[in-house]
């Protein structure tokens, strides 16, 4: 069974740039589609962006399309997730998750960190 922590995130102004990452123990992640997703004050957890476990396939949600990207690095086993242009409307806590045989926009991922409040000030 995987852990996943994230970690970065934090306060930036509009327009910037920060990176989250995602450590996974207890297993390799090798074995494992990721998968970011994001949940703002009084709204329903959203997908971000996913990548399957050989990061051959890779999706994002058009909120974040061409201005986030997804990456993995599996000798680290951490996933990242590099947000630039940042909006006020990308203020959510942000979660990482893992699923061995799901990959998709749905949130049918089997595990999940605690999540990682990231604030975009106008």
């Known amino acids: 069974q995987v852990q996943l922590v994230e970690s970065g995130g934090g306060l930036v102004q509009s327009g910037g740039s920060l990176r989250l990452s995602c450590a996974a123990s207890?297993?390799?992640?090798?074995?494992?589609?990721m998968a970011w997703f994001r949940q703002a004050p009084g709204k329903e957890r959203e997908f971000v962006s996913a990548?399957?476990?050989?990061?051959?396939?890779?999706i994002y949600g058009d909120s974040v399309k061409g201005r986030f990207t997804i990456s993995r690095d599996n000798a680290k086993n951490t996933v990242y997730l590099q947000m630039n242009s940042l909006k006020p409307e990308d203020t959510a806590v942000y979660y990482c998750?893992?699923?061995?045989?799901?990959?998709?926009?749905?949130?049918?991922?089997?595990?999940w960190g605690q999540g990682r409040q990231v604030t975009v000030s106008s």
């Open positions: 998750a893992a699923d061995r045989f799901y990959w998709g926009t749905n949130r049918n991922y089997d595990y």
């Open positions: 207890g297993d390799t992640l090798l074995r494992y589609h």
């Open positions: 990548t399957s476990w050989s990061s051959s396939l890779t």
